[in-house]
């Protein structure tokens, strides 16, 4: 898994955070078109979701492409709003707050879901479980200020 650490650490750097909000979801946003939701190019290296939320301001349909921590065989995920450890929210996560309900499209099927923002204790469980899961979580919790949100999506 020498490969695995070596893109963790790649992934925690300040320069990836710069670049990544950029490429990383126009070049998963393409290859999920071309190949009809089969590929995501990201999620040759984490679990990856494309999510449809609606926008809080605009009503219109967003689709952004995310890593994902996939719970109890695909019946639930954990999405992380990092934005690559910058200091803003990142707006899929706006969206979800103002409009819980959702779609996911997960290995190439469409699934309906409800988000909820997760708190307290049960946000400490699941921030642990995601930092065992991707480490560089915690690179980028260290550069900001704000709490990073984390969500769990579950079926509806």
């Not at 719970?71 to 409009?99: C, K, Q, T, Y």
């Amino acid at each position: 898994m020498r490969g695995a650490r070596i893109v963790q650490k790649v992934s925690s750097t300040r320069g990836f955070a710069r670049v990544a909000p950029y490429v990383v979801p126009a070049l998963d946003r393409a290859v999920h078109r071309l190949t009809r939701g089969k590929v995501l190019l990201s999620a040759r290296l984490l679990p990856g979701v494309v999510l449809t939320s609606t926008g809080a301001r605009s009503g219109q349909p967003r689709r952004t492409p995310l890593a994902c921590v996939p719970e109890d065989g695909g019946r639930g995920w954990i999405l992380v709003g990092s934005n690559f450890g910058r200091p803003g929210h990142p707006a899929w996560s706006h969206n979800l707050l103002a409009h819980p309900e959702a779609e996911i499209n997960w290995k190439g099927r469409d699934i309906p879901v409800t988000a909820r923002l997760l708190e307290g204790e049960e946000r400490a469980a699941a921030w642990q479980a995601v930092l065992a899961f991707w480490p560089p979580y915690a690179a980028y919790q260290a550069r900001v200020e704000r709490e990073i949100r984390v969500f769990r999506l579950a079926r509806r």
